[in-house]
């Protein structure tokens, strides 16, 4: 197996090594978890993992700051746990009971926290980019010094309302910042077969957007790279382009059995780049925490994560009324 790199950085902390390993994990067990329900048919619809992706959200969210918004496409449940979601409502919302996070009627691709500013979770390919534009011009309109966190993968970037949501935000000096979170598969295709340029955030030029390429298999690079692109927001300097190079390790979605690469491609990925595990061997190498002490948080986790799915199973089904709640909200004059 060959060596990860693990030389430490001097600007990150024991306590901070540790918060980041254990959210990654946390987002890693929850979604072997889901996995494992949706094969007991306890998850219907479509369910799509973010296991090997872990440092994206976890990187960005180290950035943010309290009112900072984030909007993804339906590779979600990572984005809601990072950004501090409750395991237990996210879980229920999975398996479709009432204590999920949309009353159970979203479903793995919709569900909302307006309380984490959180904005879905859209199962429609780059649709939600235009939208996080739209939350960003509102922070602009109200002055209020936020930035919004606007995900979307590979195979999305060559949607045409991306590019129309980029001139709008070049327009506009829009405070948001569009994280490209290229896992180098568009549902089946590689980029290379889908994708015209071999680096998507140069795509930004045309619009004078600056951007970069970030190792989305580090979460050191990955929150400073979002350091700097929250910095270029707030300072009123308009949109940025995060292009995070990351990888996935599962399927496009469980019904997807992933026949377009090799087992050996995804071992490789797993043994010399796992953002997990290169955090374990930073606090381990650098005498930050012990074997026993990386024990007790995986421990933790596990607790953490077959506790939700135990809340799931008892939570209640919707009842049959609640098909017609949350469909039309009240426009009636209130002088009427």
């Known amino acids: 197996m060959a060596a990860r790199k693990t ?9 901070e090594l540790k918060q980041f390993y254990r959210d990654m994990l946390l987002i890693r067990r929850f979604e072997e ?3 494992q329900l949706y094969g007991m048919g306890l998850i219907g619809g479509f369910c799509h993992l973010y296991i090997g992706q872990e440092a994206v959200v976890v990187g960005l ?6 009112g900072d918004k ?10 809601m746990l990072a950004c501090g979601m409750d395991p237990d409502g996210v879980m229920a919302e999975l398996t479709g009971r009432t204590d999920g996070y949309s009353k159970g009627k979203g479903g793995s691709m919709h569900m909302f926290s307006t309380e984490k500013d959180f904005y879905g979770g859209h199962g429609i390919v ?7 534009a739209g939350l960003a011009f509102a922070d602009k309109y109200l002055e209020n010094d936020r930035v919004t966190f606007t995900y979307f993968g590979d195979g999305a970037a060559n949607q045409g309302q991306v590019y129309e949501t980029f001139n709008m935000a070049a327009l506009w000096d829009l405070p948001v910042i569009f994280v490209i979170e290229n896992n180098q598969y568009a549902m089946g295709t590689a980029q290379k077969r889908s994708t015209s340029t071999g680096d998507i955030f ?16 580090d979460v050191l690079a990955v929150r400073d790279a979002g350091v700097k692109a929250v910095k270029h927001c707030r300072a009123g300097k308009g949109p940025y382009i995060l292009e995070i190079k990351t990888y996935r390790y599962r399927g496009h979605s469980m019904s997807d059995p992933a026949k ?3 087992r050996e491609e995804v071992q490789k990925i797993r043994e010399e780049k796992d953002a997990i595990e290169h955090v374990r061997d930073l606090l381990l190498q650098g005498k930050h925490a012990s074997e026993d002490d990386l024990k007790a948080i995986d421990k933790e986790i596990k607790g953490i994560v077959n506790a939700s799915a135990d809340f799931a ?12 709640t949350d469909i039309y909200a009240d426009a009636a004059p209130q002088n009427a």
């Open 202 to 217: 140069t795509r930004g030029e045309a619009f004078g957007i600056p951007g970069e390429a970030v190792d989305g298999m």
């Open 313 to 324: 199973k008892e939570s209640p089904e919707p009842a049959l009324d609640e098909l017609w």
């Open 61 to 66: 969210e180290a950035a943010a700051e309290e």
């Open 126 to 132: 780059g649709a939600n980019v235009p939208l996080g």
């Open 70 to 79: 984030r909007i993804t496409t339906y590779r979600d449940h990572g984005h």
């Open 260 to 262: 377009y690469r090799s």
């Open 33 to 35: 978890k889901a996995g």
């Open 7 to 15: 030389q430490a950085k001097p600007n990150v902390s024991a306590d």
